[in-house]
């Protein structure tokens, strides 16, 4: 089965909705225009029900099948939410809201999902129920989670749940995706390193933070480079430095620091967790000093589910004839917390050569909507085949 030509006709309609939410940009759960808009449509569409209010900004539709025999339940999650980044693409359809925009796709996702919404609605060639899941707070605000502390998964009966997520650098409309660990655990932490602050030409009256923050950021490597498995994957990343002084002859008082850590694996989020707080407490001790360390555990470990996994590969195959094995990724995805609730997949699908994701001239591609479309309608028909 190719791509399906009603999405072939819609999309000149679902590219004008793609362009407008990209134009019109919101950040974490302040998704009020998108989530508006989505909720219209869905109920254009005809959905038998829509829930708005879900995770704060969330929007929840139902579609039901001709057919309920299989009593089957399946959730289609598509994210809203856009960067903090001053858009450098120079397109026509680029962002008017200053300091925000679409830089990750989630334009594109939100507009296949209502495409196939619009598609499922007209047709229901299914026996059971689907729920469309529009999540605010992707990037970074755990809006995944708000909608399954909601109660979501229960309300519905959602029974799998599956998601997915454009990749520049693959060809448009191609899919890939790995079963078991597939993106990462994505944590942060907070060190305040406390001296003595002085002149700079006396050094030895004071204990110098500066020399403790450089030997506490490399320290910190050797997590990575000695303390872990050469074979697991994790990142220490030392991403910020702030002193309490901005004067070129004060040595501070204070130097603040902050980082992350991706880990695919409870037991090297846990080591990275205490060796951090040990290196760090170690170094200060050694020079002097004290440190105040603040770990945040972030989004967990996105893990597949082996059968879904399996299932959405055959999907996606059938829909382009390519569906490759992707690569770990060390970003982070909150759609983990779904997976975590109900069994389910996430898969990639093709950008084209774009550039990067969270790049001020990143743009999704909108040859790749009829792919997506068709994948997530096929998915319902496909697990949930017409009596």
Known sequence: MPVKNRFAELLPEIT?????????????????RTSALVAEKLRAFGC??????????????????????SGKVIGLR????????HEQTGAPHASKTDGAMHACGHDGHTSMLLGAAKYLSETRNFDGTVVVIFQPAEEGGGGGKEMCDDGMMDRWNIQEVYGMHNWPGRAVGSFAIRPGAFFAATDQFDITLTGKGGHAAKPHETVDTGVMAA???????????RNADPVDQIVVSVTSLESSSKAF????????????????SDDMRALAERRIKEITEGVCTTFGGSADVTYHRGYPVMVNHEEQTEFAADVARAV??????????MGGEDFAFMLEERPGAYILVGNGDTAPVH?????????AIPAGCSWWAEIVERRMPAA
């Open 16 to 32: 004008e909705w793609r362009r407008d939410l990209h134009e019109h940009p919101e950040i974490l759960f302040e998704t009020h």
């Open 78 to 85: 598509a994210d809203m939410d856009a960067l903090p980044i």
């Open 48 to 69: 038998d029900e829509v829930v708005e209010g879900i995770g704060r900004t969330g929007v929840v539709g139902v579609i039901r099948g001709k057919t309920n025999g």
């Open 359 to 367: 790049h001020p001239e990143y743009d999704f591609t909108d040859e």
């Open 320 to 329: 382009s004839g390519d569906c490759t094995e992707a690569p770990l990724v």
């Open 215 to 225: 030997h506490v950021i490399t320290a910190l490597q050797t997590i990575v480079s």
């Open 249 to 264: 002859n004060v040595i501070p008082q204070r130097v603040h620091l902050k980082g992350t850590v991706r880990t695919m």
